[in-house]
């Protein structure tokens, strides 16, 4: 079964550095999400991204956030300057066209800021 | 905007019945339920896109109320496989927003 392959799985990094958190989405889809959750807590939405750009984006997604989608297959969340209040659950989804199958997410990254 | 869920929070014996339920004061146009086990990514059960639509995974079934704008996850005869976080979801503007998450624990 196709799936949507995220790395690394942990994260450990220091305040104030940059992380960059990778997805490799389900090859036909084409439509792309970022999901953070925090511990406990529901499964928030961060960005969508459809034909190399940005759909939409929470309040959540600040100028510290970035996504691109380098090449054909990966897709990535960039934290320009990390605070203790990223430490989440970040979640890669991807959908097709159709909402038939709902969306595919990821492993996660469980990305931990000290 | 996100729609809410009830209950919070569900404890049964293994056989029993729950049902979850998920409403939202925007109209409804799809409602996605997932289920995610402790520490693993959500899991998509089903949609349902119309008014009125009933759909059946296994002993989990759904039904989509549009005029009320409300839908309802139904668990018969629940298995210990089913302990997890149930989230009903919207799709609003081709985004997925969930609710915060009904807990369910299956006890033998």
């Known amino acids: 079964e196709p799936e949507v392959t995220q790395t690394p799985s942990h994260q450990v990094t220091q305040m104030g550095q940059e992380v960059i958190l990778r997805c490799v989405p389900i090859?036909?889809?084409?439509?792309f999400y970022w999901y953070r959750q925090i511990l406990g807590q529901k499964v928030e939405f961060l960005v969508s991204f459809y034909n190399n750009e940005i759909s939409e984006k929470s309040e959540i997604f600040d100028d510290q956030f970035s996504v691109e989608r380098p090449d054909g297959s990966n897709f990535t969340l960039k934290i320009r300057s990390t605070k203790l209040e990223d430490s989440a659950m970040y979640f890669c989804a991807s959908r097709d066209t159709s909402l038939r199958y709902g969306y595919t997410f990821g492993s996660g990254t469980r990305l931990t800021v000290v | 905007q996100q729609p809410v869920q009830s209950p919070q929070a569900v404890i049964l014996r293994e056989g029993e019945d729950a049902v979850i339920n998920c409403s939202s004061s925007k109209a409804l146009y799809s409602v996605h339920w997932y289920r995610q086990k402790h520490g693993e990514a959500p899991v998509f059960l089903m949609i349902?896109?119309?008014?009125?639509e009933q759909k059946g995974h296994e002993k989990i079934s759904a039904s989509f109320n549009e005029k009320k704008q409300q839908s309802s996850l139904y668990l018969t005869a629940s298995q210990l496989s089913y302990s997890g976080t149930y989230f009903c979801g919207t799709d609003y503007t081709g985004k997925l927003i969930f609710g915060q998450g009904t807990t369910l624990q299956v006890k033998p």
């Open positions: 349902l896109l119309k008014g009125g």
């Open positions: 090859s036909n889809h084409l439509y």
